[in-house]
């Protein structure tokens, strides 16, 4: 089995590379947030045990995330393993799922780390900007309007959320990369981690996540 966890911050890039990552190796793209979601919609005992938590405002306990994970690592097209994203957040979830792992026979095989940048980061979650009429999406520099501020499809002004900000992200980002980085010191004192650069195209990037991977197949160091 490979497992393997998919880290970085908002607006890595960890979507797009988690379907190039499930193509390439075979294996399921694991994401939290979605057996959550599956969870509560089919009112599942565990998701009814979740939304228990998030009814009450309070976080969802470590160990109900790692039992929905035990569930879904058990299903037949798990068997050669899976790609983890969203899990773990922070340190104490990282142990918590090595031994949970460990209990099995099992390990993070490798910890990714798509690194970008925090003023990179603002960047690109900042240049998000919708239409008012229909909701178009539009980037400043990625998908740019033909005329600036105006939808192209409806001719509606363009306007952004007040979530996507810059000061807003640079709040949010400042919360959010402090667990990371404590993520991603635990799996650097496991040996499991490797880095690459996500300011890079996306087909480099995708290219230099293959090139890590198959450094941990041949048992090569390839280490942060």
């Not at 075979?26 to 979601?37: C, E, S, Y």
């Not at 010191?185 to 890590?212: F, K, M, N, Q, W």
Request: aromatic residues 4%; glycine residues 10%; negative net charge.
């Amino acid at each position: 089995m490979m497992l393997v966890v998919l880290l970085g911050a908002p607006g890595a890039g960890k979507g797009t590379q988690a379907a190039v990552l499930r193509d390439r190796l075979g294996i399921p793209h694991v994401a939290t947030g979605d057996l959550f979601r599956t969870a509560l919609r089919a009112a599942t005992p565990i998701g009814l045990e979740a939304k228990a938590y998030m009814d009450a405002g309070q976080l969802v306990p470590d160990d109900v995330t790692i039992r929905m994970l035990e569930e879904r690592l058990g299903r037949p097209d798990a068997a050669a393993g899976a790609i983890l994203d969203g899990f773990p957040r922070t340190a104490v979830q990282a142990r918590a799922l090595d031994a949970f792992l460990a209990a099995r026979g099992g390990r993070v095989d490798a910890a990714l780390l798509i690194d970008v940048p925090a003023e990179d980061l603002v960047a690109r979650l900042s240049g998000r900007w919708i239409c008012r009429a229909a909701g178009h999406p539009y980037h400043a520099t990625m998908n740019p309007p033909r005329v600036a501020g105006t939808c192209d499809l409806d001719g509606s002004p363009l306007y952004q959320r007040d979530d996507d900000r810059p000061e807003t992200i640079r709040a949010r980002l400042a919360s959010q990369l402090a667990d990371l980085d404590a993520v991603v010191e635990h799996y650097r004192s496991t040996g499991a981690l490797r880095t690459v650069d996500g300011r890079e195209p996306i087909g480099e990037v995708s290219a230099a996540l293959g090139a890590a991977l198959e450094a941990v197949a041949a048992g090569t160091s390839g280490r942060a």
